[in-house]
């Protein structure tokens, strides 16, 4: 069964802290991990990485993945108190199971002002 | 482009009454999903399809049905609702080669 786990679970920062969020995966026909950020309503998609050690970069966020170690991780510099969210890792598993996503827990950030 | 719109955004059902949840994109994708989330717990897939009349179990499935008649339709179906069905339901629709999925606004349903 595929498995998708986050950590920390939640996590409390004051503006202009770095956090790093995690997330580990076990799947099987890996084909790619998804981050979302979620507010108080539906999810809106990150990043996409497929790729071990390349790193995707949107501002202050910055996502990398390594396949050999199965996880990724999530930073965000210079935090913001509109980057509370929960953010979900969520990994795409090929084969018979293609384009079906199993999401993580989820970690949710609060930044403080 | 509305993108993926749930109808109705809140619900409350007695246990034993059932409803149907509907779910439109206009993006022409053909992957579709329903997931519910609960606290704690993220997201977790119940019903999924890859096109025009097919469906899917995700993990969660039971107790829940659900068609597939259009492709930009996807309708999710409590036959008999119970309170373990209490929850956020989210539909969403990808294109798998382009990476993320869309999803909608959410659906609080309450079953007392």
């Known amino acids: 069964e595929d498995k998708v786990v986050q950590s920390p679970l939640s996590l409390v920062v004051h503006e202009g802290d770095t956090v790093t969020l995690n997330c580990s995966y076990e799947v099987t026909n890996f084909r790619s991990l998804l981050w979302y950020k979620q507010e108080k309503k539906a999810p809106t998609f990150l990043f996409m990485l497929t790729s071990s050690g390349i790193e995707k970069k949107s501002g202050r966020l910055s996502s990398i993945l390594d396949k050999k170690e199965l996880f990724s991780i999530l930073n965000i510099t210079a935090t913001q108190t509109g980057d509370s969210a929960i953010y979900l890792c969520?990994?795409?598993?090929?084969?018979?199971?293609?384009?079906?996503?199993?999401f993580g827990q989820g970690t949710i950030l609060t930044v403080h002002p | 482009n509305a993108g993926v719109t749930q109808t109705p955004k809140f619900r409350v059902l007695k246990t034993g009454q059932s409803m149907t949840l509907l779910c439109a994109q206009d993006?022409?994708?053909?992957?579709m999903y329903w997931y519910r989330q609960d606290p704690g717990m993220g997201l977790r897939l119940i019903h999924y399809s890859v096109g025009e009349g097919t469906t899917a179990k995700g993990e969660v499935p039971d107790g829940y049905n659900v068609s597939r008649l259009k492709k930009q339709n996807f309708l999710l179906g409590l036959e008999s609702a119970a309170p373990s069905q209490t929850s956020v339901y989210f539909c969403?629709?990808?294109?798998?080669?382009?990476?993320?999925?869309?999803f909608g606004p959410g659906t609080r349903l309450t079953v007392l």
């Open positions: 969403a629709s990808s294109n798998p080669l382009r990476g993320g999925e869309f």
């Open positions: 969520a990994v795409n598993a090929g084969g018979t199971s293609y384009g079906k996503l199993t």
């Open positions: 993006m022409n994708h053909e992957y």
